[in-house]
């Protein structure tokens, strides 16, 4: 009886050993990881400067072939492109800040009333889906005060641009915050469309709550065809990727004109500039604003309201 008394003790003293050596195998994940993301933190800005595309070949080793190739096509068409902090947040980040940047040098002063007209409707979407007006109010506020300082204009460069991403965070968080909300509404007014992109057993609501409201979640499709038809905005993504294609996806759907232009590797985005855009990186060119002088044109910010649902592809 003394005898199995000691076994089962010992085992018992195995068991709990086991168990503390998960937890502190747990512990020290945990710990690794954030070490990487206070390294991220303080080493990569949330917004880089503009550099050659090909610059990102020296992340890959020489006999890395798929990679290198699909780069070397890409810098045809882009030959430059932003490095955005790869922290969770970049589809949101790069989103905004390109957003932003085609509004101050591509758009005239009437087509930004326009668009400032409808990013202040969307605040109604918001009221409509749950959220609350008040816990909303200074994010949203946030990013109409950017708009209004292009329309002002306060900010004239994308220097002064930059500067707003880099001197204080908490602004770019802001942004970042407001745009998962907005993501959000769209999905929960939509839910019956937006259910067959969720893959998992859960709702659209959960997925929100889980997948998009949260800071530092990662996007997919659905996220992206989301906040692209709330504001209409066309979005393109250049994959590159261990595919043997080169994939490309138009967003909200794929006959939409990019205004934002996205490179996705693996978990994370950057912002892509085509050879004009990385050659006139200064101040808004002067556009006439006349009714008279003003033409349409399929410039990438599309009538979202108007847009039927059925016209989306499924890109997931």
Do not use: W
Not at 124 to 129: D, K, N, P, R, Y
């Amino acid at each position: 009886m003394e005898s199995n008394n000691s076994i089962n003790q010992q085992r018992e003293d195995e068991l709990i050993g086991n168990e503390q050596g998960i937890i502190n195998q747990d512990d020290l994940i945990i710990k690794q990881q954030e070490a990487i993301d206070q390294e991220i933190t303080t080493t990569i800005p949330l917004i880089n400067a503009i550099e050659p595309l090909l610059n990102l070949k020296q992340e890959y080793s020489d006999d890395d072939d798929v990679y290198l190739k699909k780069l070397t096509t890409l810098s045809t068409t882009y030959p430059s492109y932003r490095r955005i902090r790869p922290d969770g947040n970049c589809f949101y980040r790069a989103f905004s800040f390109k957003l932003l940047e085609y509004l101050l040098l591509n758009t005239t002063q009437l087509e930004l009333e326009s668009f400032i007209e409808k990013f202040k409707l969307k605040r109604e979407l918001l009221t409509a889906v749950g959220f609350n007006q008040f816990t909303v109010e200074d994010f949203y506020e946030c990013f109409l005060e950017l708009l209004t300082k292009l329309q002002t204009p306060q900010i004239t460069t994308i220097a002064d641009l930059e500067e707003v991403f880099s001197q204080d965070q908490s602004v770019a968080d802001y942004l970042v915050v407001y745009l998962r909300i907005l993501t959000s509404a769209e999905l929960k007014s939509n839910a019956e469309f937006y259910q067959n992109f969720i893959a998992e057993q859960l709702t659209v609501d959960e997925f929100c709550s889980l997948e998009v409201e949260p800071m530092y979640k990662e996007s997919d499709h659905i996220h992206i065809i989301g906040l692209s038809r709330v504001l209409g905005v066309g979005v393109r993504v250049e994959y590159v990727d261990r595919g043997s294609h080169q994939t490309t996806h138009n967003f909200p759907d794929e006959e939409s004109t990019p205004i934002v232009i996205l490179l996705y590797r693996p978990g994370h985005y950057d912002i892509l500039y085509q050879r004009q855009e990385g050659e006139g990186q200064g101040t808004k060119v002067t556009q006439q604003d006349d009714a008279d002088s003003t033409t349409t044109t399929t410039n990438g910010l599309i009538p979202s309201d108007d847009q039927d649902q059925d016209d989306i592809t499924s890109t997931t």
